[in-house]
């Protein structure tokens, strides 16, 4: 399976965030080597299907994810393919069953279970500190599920680019030809949403700001075509912001 990010082309991406947070790239590569073995190859052609051509929508666990739901719901924008960025699973399981569940499992994971017993497909990634959680949970899952990377794993796990569950899961979508991608609940801001999965409180804002800056990079460099419907939080430059309607 070829790399979807040309490694060339994210690897200082990936230098950058290593050293802003202090990564251990040799765990990274550890934890991917895990995930592969637990998954082998996987056929996602069907999950590319999902999304080729189709208005998308990526719900990211910020302040703002509740509202936006609400807006959404009295908009009848559920006909869009809904992807849910970990944590925030939970609150777009109250409304409906997401097509893809994009994580790291440091959220509510018997929500993303559930999401995949009804149908989702779980996008799982390896990060060097998840290990455990990719012991405890990937081996339940059978079929709708497919493993990716941040590091260059040639033969291995697909890298889509991005870091953070949101702003890789538009990456993703990108990469599948998606005719567009809304963010939703992606605040960016010092406030941390009551949905976002478990996080050392002082790496978040630092985290929020490479969501931010790849998403811009997403938009500007790489073509995407975002849109910030986000209630509230940071502009994202490059990517505008409408209203929900």
């Not at 939970?90 to 559930?114: C, F, I, N, R, W």
């Not at 050392?200 to 790849?214: F, H, N, T």
């Not at 811009?216 to 075509?225: M, Q, R, V």
């Amino acid at each position: 399976m070829r790399y979807v990010m040309d490694w060339e082309t994210w690897r200082p991406k990936y230098e950058n965030i290593v050293e802003r947070l202090n990564l251990d790239r040799k765990m990274d590569r550890r934890s991917a080597e895990l995930l592969h073995d637990i998954l082998g190859k996987t056929d996602f052609s069907e999950l590319k299907r999902r999304v080729t051509g189709n208005k998308c929508v990526v719900f990211g666990a910020g302040p703002s994810l509740e509202e936006d739901l609400e807006r959404m719901d009295r908009a009848d924008w559920f006909d869009k393919v809904l992807v849910s960025a970990d944590g925030a699973t939970s609150a777009v399981m109250k409304y409906e069953v997401p097509a893809l569940v994009v994580t790291d499992l440091d959220g509510k994971v018997v929500d993303q279970l559930e999401a995949w017993r009804r149908g989702a497909w779980m996008v799982v990634h390896a990060h060097g500190d998840n290990l455990e959680e990719i012991k405890k949970v990937v081996p339940r899952l059978e079929g709708r599920v497919l493993g990716t990377t941040q590091v260059d794993q040639p033969e291995q796990l697909p890298n889509f680019g991005g870091f953070t569950d949101g702003d890789r899961a538009a990456f993703m979508l990108h990469e599948f030809g998606a005719s567009r991608i809304y963010l939703a609940g992606m605040d960016l801001g010092e406030e941390i949403g009551r949905y976002s999965g478990r996080t050392q409180r002082d790496r978040k804002p630092i985290k929020l700001e490479i969501c931010g800056e790849l998403l811009s990079w997403l938009a500007g460099e790489l073509g995407a075509d975002l849109v910030n419907v986000t209630a509230e939080g940071e502009e994202i430059p490059g990517v505008p912001r409408r209203e929900i309607s």
